[in-house]
Structure formats: structure tokens, C-alpha cells
């Protein structure tokens, strides 16, 4: 059991079906919301159903619709609340069925925000590097992913990642984060 700052217990309760997540009931003191996934005759996401339970925190309820294209790559994603289409993302795939474009556009109230990813992989397939730009092609975001330790099978047991933002703070700053990470694998 977990709790958040106000020291209120949080659970989610996950319904599985086919070995995929179908349903989830997240708990926050009482039950908050409830979201359905469906799936198509693939086992692709076609839709996930958020319903938040009435409060006074003036929640809205949402949707996100999920397109494939023949090979199975997620090609695009709508999500609306309150029916209302507020962010369309679309994906391009390379021969390899890496993805290394995601282009987002976001409906805001007053105004419409766009941005753009790039993907770079290395010989294996591992994504080696993330680059985010905004809609004038100002970089404004870096992710660069280093492998190492790799077992008999390739599989790598080290991964280095560093998040770089460009996106300066009021006082002129940007952020730098560096995550070590280490998987041990299992027969």
C-alpha cells in the first residue's frame, strides 16, 4: 500500500484478461477512477476509457483512441476529454519497424502547441538517442542512452541514460538527470 502527501492510502487494482491489463480501478482514500481498455482481434490497444468518479476536484473524463497501420506499428493516438479532441499524436517507422518520428500537436484553450521526436538506434536495435524539438526546430530536449555489459545472448545488462532540458526555468537554468541502470536476467 502507498500513500500520497495528505497521508491518504492509494491502491490500483488491475483486471487482466489474455495476459493484457482490461481494467483498473485506481483507489485514492475511495474509489477515483476507472479505466477500460480494448483491444482488437490483433491484441493492439484500440481504446482506453478513463471515467473519473464525480468530486468536487471538477475531474473530466477521457478517451484515447489508438490507430495501427498493417504491420501492427501504433501509428497514431487521439486522446479526447469530455469529448473534445485536445492532443493527436502521429508515428513514423523506419525498415527496421523502429519508431523514429512522434509528432505531437496539443489543443490547448488559447493555443495550439506542437513538437517533434526523433529516434536514433544503434546496430542492435537499442534506442541510443531522443531528440525533442519544438515547432521552429529549436532543440529542446536530449536523451542519449549508452549500453553496456552485454550477456551471451545480447541482451545488455547496463544501461547509462542522461536527460538533458533545454527548456530554461525563470532564473535562466536548464536541467541535466543521469540514471544507472541494471537488469539481471533469469532463467
Known amino acids: 500500500m502507498t500513500y500520497d502527501q495528505n497521508g491518504i492510502s492509494t491502491k490500483t487494482f488491475l483486471t487482466y484478461s489474455k495476459n493484457k491489463i482490461v481494467g483498473r480501478e485506481y483507489y485514492n482514500g475511495k474509489l477515483a477512477s476507472i479505466a477500460i481498455h480494448l483491444f482488437d ?5 484500440v481504446e482506453t476509457d478513463l471515467n473519473y468518479i464525480q468530486d468536487s476536484s471538477g475531474r ?6 489508438y ?9 497514431g493516438e487521439d486522446l479526447y476529454i469530455d469529448k473534445k479532441l485536445v492532443e493527436n499524436t ?11 518520428e512522434e509528432n505531437e500537436t496539443m489543443y490547448l484553450p488559447h493555443e495550439v502547441k506542437k513538437q ?6 544503434d ?5 541510443i538517442k531522443s531528440e ?4 521552429n526546430g529549436e532543440l529542446i530536449e536530449e536523451d542519449v542512452y549508452t549500453y553496456s555489459n552485454y550477456d551471451q545472448n545480447g541482451n545488455w545488462r547496463s544501461a547509462i541514460y ?4 533545454f527548456r530554461y526555468d525563470k532564473a535562466g537554468t536548464s536541467s541535466k538527470s543521469i540514471v544507472k541502470r541494471e537488469i539481471t536476467y533469469f532463467k
Do not use: C, M, W
Request: proline share 2%.
Open 60 to 65: 473530466q473524463n477521457g478517451k484515447t483512441l
Open 41 to 45: 482481434v490483433n491484441g493492439n490497444e
Open 90 to 100: 502521429t508515428n513514423v517507422y523506419d525498415k527496421d519497424n523502429q519508431l523514429i
Open 123 to 127: 546496430q542492435l536495435g537499442n534506442n
Open 162 to 165: 542522461i536527460f538533458k532540458s
Open 67 to 75: 490507430k495501427y497501420d498493417k504491420k501492427g506499428h501504433k501509428v
Open 132 to 135: 525533442v524539438y519544438a515547432p
Open 116 to 121: 517533434r521526436t526523433t529516434n536514433a538506434y
